[in-house]
């Protein structure tokens, strides 16, 4: 064979050689790519504020913050590895953004961080592969694949500047000349900076560093109602359970109104329905350490939240006997002072991969109880559901307790009919409705040895596909009240009633009246008969109640 048809066929079936590139081209390509390829929900949401005029000043300034962000570390050969990491945080959000509808800021973020390896998993898909085949493989491979033209230090020094230096000023006078159109457009529209990729993860990133900068450097631990102690007295002592719900929103309870009969077992109870009220937060990060603090919603900090008495130190230092049982990703800190009994998991038979129905809350609790008693003093207890967490709605009810049916069976929930998702969604509710009668059916068992009752309060509700937005976690300036607005419900043991001369009628006008989770720390602590000049009245449901009792009304 000639020598010039080997080399001919050699050619022909080589691998393409490697393009030469300069650092700033692959800085200015990477900006592009980010921009128009991973910001898709950006770029619908700027064109629907008018059109063309609106939308090409807010993504020319999303491009010049994307060359920023793209030449930020684009030095020597950490540059692929700047630019691969941008890809992988556009990649995941906008995926994330897509399929639940969610903004990604600093809560969203938070919650992602605290989200344990079940829960993680359950976000997980094999549809997901196509989608990072496209949008992570490919650019990587771009970015293997091509290579950096060598130049002197000094040349790529004055280049590196150069773009940053003339990327700002851009973007300078861009803010300067269309300030009239940015002003309107961002303050009325404050979530297209929780939708632009990826100064939106950068950011949160950046805001949530500070929040824990600022946390650890927390100059001592604050302590908070010092001055409480238990209320002496004769009979039996309290003994309250709260069972902390999750992701469950308040119109999807039969006993609220809901058009299905979710809830069959507690509409036979007499209950204190209080009905909807307003959740801390939108995520159980923020809500769970709220509903135990002293803080309210509006002056909400996480970090005083968590390095300062919250209810259950207040509690146990007066003298109550406090335990907490948890079935979800943790208290947030709320439980790490008091005790923590994991003892109703050492013997279930029911659960899978470490993920047990929220049924076994219960197992030996009675003994537990039984066990924890000490002459006159109260005992509170918390059980920390795994509720209605989603997108696996289907995995938290039991097959007896599946009514409505098909459920959605699919992670990626946009793929499901929404009648399925809400069947699935529903059902736990269900699962939820069998735990409180339980939980109800064994304080009665314990009424002769203890003055029995019962809270139930969910920490935040779920979006199920309403105007495309799924899960939970929406910043809760712009949240739905599907995420916002959760049910509360009481139960008293007629010998609770008496002996306390509670005035239920009372109870439950203040607690609508009070409406949100605030009203919990200095409630709570009422409830347990304790005093304090720290409970405030107006957050206080028992306040001016211990009157003549009333007979509880039926939810039916």
Known sequence: MPANTVLAIKHTLSFPKRPAV??????????????LAYNQIFVRSVWSLGGWS?????????????????????????????????????AASQYFMQQYG???????????????????????????????SYYLLLPGAFLLWTKHRPQSLKRGVLHYLAIMMVSTLLATV??????????????EHRDLKHQAVPFNAINAAIGLLKSNTAQSNTIEFQHYAEDARLI?????????????????????????????????????????????????????????????????????NDGLAKNSDNLLDVLQRSGVTVIWRDNNSGCKGMCDRVTQDKSFT???????????????????????????????????????????????????SLDNQKLFLPECKNNLLNQCLPEHIINAYDNAIVATDELLNNTINL??????????????????????????????????????????????????????IEQNTFNT?????????????????????????????????????????AAAQEPQRSTK
């Open 505 to 545: 009628n009372c109870i439950l006008q203040n607690a609508k009246q009070a409406g949100s989770h605030d009203m919990l720390f200095d409630s709570l602590l009422s409830w347990m008969q304790l005093e304090s000049t720290a409970i405030r009245p107006e957050q206080d449901l028992f306040s001016r109640c």
């Open 54 to 90: 609106q939308a090409w000043p807010l993504l020319s300034l999303l491009f010049l913050v994307n060359v920023l962000l793209c030449q930020l570390l684009s030095i020597g050969k950490i540059q692929k590895i700047w630019l691969f990491a941008l890809v992988i945080i556009a």
């Open 346 to 396: 050492t013997e279930a038979t029911d659960c899978n991969d470490g993920e047990c129905p929220d049924s076994n809350l219960l197992n030996h609790l009675k003994d537990t109880i039984l066990k924890a008693k000490s002459g006159a003093k109260p005992i509170f207890i918390v059980l920390h559901q795994q509720g209605n967490h989603g997108p696996e709605y289907y995995k938290r």
């Open 232 to 300: 002496t007295g004769v009979g039996k002592p309290q003994l309250v359970i709260m069972v902390l719900g999750e992701t469950v929103r308040a119109d999807h309870l039969g006993i609220n109104g809901y058009h299905r009969n979710t809830t069959p077992k507690l509409a036979q109870r007499k209950l204190l329905n209080v009905g909807a009220i307003s959740s801390c937060g939108t995520a159980t990060a923020v809500s769970v350490p709220c509903m135990f603090s002293y803080l309210n919603q509006q002056n909400y």
């Open 443 to 496: 304080l009665e068992d314990l009424s002769t040895d203890f003055n029995t009752s019962m809270l139930y309060v969910s920490d935040h509700g779920e979006s199920l596909g309403e105007n495309g937005v799924y899960l939970h976690g929406l910043p809760y300036w712009m949240a739905p009240e599907s995420q916002t607005r959760v049910p509360m419900l009481m139960w008293f043991s007629p010998q609770t």
């Open 102 to 132: 969610v903004l990604i800021d600093k809560g969203m973020l938070q919650n992602a961080l605290e989200t344990d390896n079940h829960e993680a998993m359950g976000l997980l898909n094999i549809a997901m592969l196509p989608y990072f």
């Open 22 to 35: 300069s650092r700033g081209f692959s800085t200015l390509a990477m900006a592009v790519l980010l921009t």
């Open 174 to 187: 861009l803010v300067v000349s269309q300030y009239q159109n940015f002003a309107p457009a961002l303050r």
